[in-house]
C-alpha cells in the first residue's frame, strides 16, 4: 500500500503521524511511504531520518494527498485540506467528530473512510490509540495548571506544593479515567491535596488503592462538584464519553462560585468540553478569563510536548496501520474488532452511531 504521512498544519501542533522507526516497519514489509519535507520536524525527526527509513520525501501536502491510499495523521483534518482529500482514500487520525459539525460534513462529502484512533476499542473496553495522549495530556494538565495559577498571568497566585507553614493547593479532577488519573498522579507528586469525583465505583476503589493518602475520592455529582468548587485551586475536566460529546459538569453559573484566579484546565475540549464556558484554544494563545476564572483549553494539548507525544503514539499506532497496509482496510477490520469499532465514517455514511446522536441527526 501506498502511505503519507503529511505535515500537519493545525495552529502549532508539532507533531507527526509516524516516527522514522514506524516508516522503517513499513518499509520492511514492501510498503511505499511518501512523508512531507520537514513533516517530522516539530518532532525533532529531520528528513535524513526519514530517508535512512526508506521513505520518499514530496514538497507539498498535496503531493501527499494525491499519491496515498492512506493518509496516516495526528490530527483530524483542517478546512485547508477537505479539498485534498480523495474518495475512498483511508484517513487514520484523530477525528472527534461530535465536536464538530462541519469536519463532520466534510468528510461525508469526501467519501473517505475515516478510521478514527479515539475510538478503536479493545474487548475490555479501553482505548489503546487514545491511552498515550490521554496519558501525556493528563500529566500536561497539571504542569499547565500550576502555571497558570501564577499571578501574572491572573491566576490565584498559589503554589500547588505549598512551602512549610503553608498549605499546599487544592486540585479537583472530574474523572478517574486515564486523564483524571495521570492528573491527580502528578498533582499528588507536587505535593497538592487532590480530590477526584467519578461516578465509576470500581475506579474510584482503584484510585483509593493505587493513590496516596492526600488523594481523596468522592462521587461525583452536582451538590459535590459544587461543594469543591469554592475552595479548590485547580480544576482538570478529564471526563470521556466514547466518540460522543462530553457532559458539561461545570455550568456558567458555577463560575460565579469560584474564588477568583480558580484555574479550569478542560482536557475534554477535543469532545467539546466538560464545562459549559470551555471553547477550543491554541498553544499560540491559550488561556482566556470568565468571571475572574482562567480557562485553559487548548485542543492538542500533547503537542506542547511532540517529541514525547509523536513517540508515545506510533508505539500504539503502527500495529493498526500495518495491518491495514497489508489486508485493506475492510480486511484488516473484519479480522480486527478492536480496529472496526474506528469506523467511524465509510464512503459518506456515518457508521458510528454516536457521532449522529451529537449532532440529532436521524
Known amino acids: 500500500m501506498i502511505v503519507g504521512i ?3 498544519i493545525k495552529n502549532n501542533e508539532s507533531r507527526v503521524g509516524m516516527t522514522p522507526g514506524g516508516v522503517y516497519e513499513l518499509v520492511k514489509k514492501k510498503h511505499t511511504v511518501y512523508v512531507q519535507s520537514n513533516a517530522g520536524e ?6 535524513s531520518d526519514y530517508l535512512k527509513a526508506g521513505a520518499v520525501i514530496l514538497d507539498s501536502i498535496g503531493e501527499v494527498y494525491a499519491i496515498s491510499e492512506m493518509i496516516v495523521k495526528v490530527k483530524e483534518p483542517i478546512a485547508e485540506e477537505y479539498d485534498l482529500i480523495q474518495e475512498g ?3 487514520f487520525t484523530y477525528f472527534h467528530f461530535a465536536s464538530s ?4 460534513k466534510a468528510m461525508i462529502k469526501a467519501k473517505a473512510i475515516c478510521i478514527a484512533y479515539e475510538t478503536v ?3 475490555d473496553g479501553t482505548l489503546p490509540l487514545l491511552t498515550p495522549m490521554s496519558e501525556v495530556a493528563g500529566r500536561l494538565a497539571i504542569q499547565q495548571g500550576a502555571k497558570y495559577l501564577e499571578k501574572p498571568v491572573k491566576g490565584r497566585g498559589v503554589l500547588l506544593g505549598g512551602v512549610p507553614g503553608v498549605a499546599p493547593g487544592k486540585v479537583l479532577v472530574l474523572g478517574a479515567g486515564i486523564v483524571g488519573i495521570q492528573s491527580a498522579k502528578m498533582a499528588a507528586g507536587l505535593g497538592a491535596h487532590v480530590t477526584i469525583l467519578d461516578i465509576n465505583m470500581k475506579r474510584l476503589r482503584y484510585v483509593n488503592d493505587v493513590m496516596p493518602p492526600h488523594v481523596v475520592t ?4 452536582e451538590f459535590n462538584i459544587r461543594k469543591h468548587i469554592k475552595t479548590h485551586d485547580l480544576i482538570i475536566g478529564g471526563v470521556l464519553l466514547k466518540g460522543a460529546k462530553a457532559p458539561n459538569l461545570i455550568t456558567r453559573d458555577m463560575l460565579k462560585e469560584m474564588r477568583p484566579g480558580t484555574v479550569i484546565v478542560d482536557v475534554a475540549v477535543d469532545q467539546g468540553g466538560c464545562v459549559e464556558t470551555t471553547r477550543p484554544t491554541t498553544h499560540e494563545d491559550p488561556v482566556y478569563i470568565i468571571d475572574d476564572v482562567v480557562h485553559y483549553s487548548v485542543a492538542n494539548m500533547p503537542g506542547a510536548v511532540p517529541f514525547t507525544s509523536t513517540m508515545a503514539l506510533t508505539n500504539v499506532t503502527l500495529p493498526y496501520v500495518l495491518k491495514i497496509a497489508s489486508l485493506g482496510w475492510e480486511t484488516a477490520c473484519d479480522a ?3 480496529l472496526k469499532k474506528g469506523l467511524n465514517i465509510i464512503s459518506g455514511t456515518i457508521v458510528y452511531q454516536e457521532i449522529k ?3 440529532n441527526w436521524n
Open 101 to 104: 459539525e462541519p469536519l463532520t
Open 218 to 221: 468522592e462521587f461525583s455529582n
Open 336 to 338: 480486527n474488532p478492536s
Open 89 to 91: 482514500q483511508i484517513l
Open 42 to 47: 516539530g518532532s525533532g525527526f529531520l528528513n
Open 121 to 123: 476499542e479493545d474487548s
Open 6 to 8: 503529511p505535515k500537519e
Open 357 to 359: 446522536e451529537a449532532f
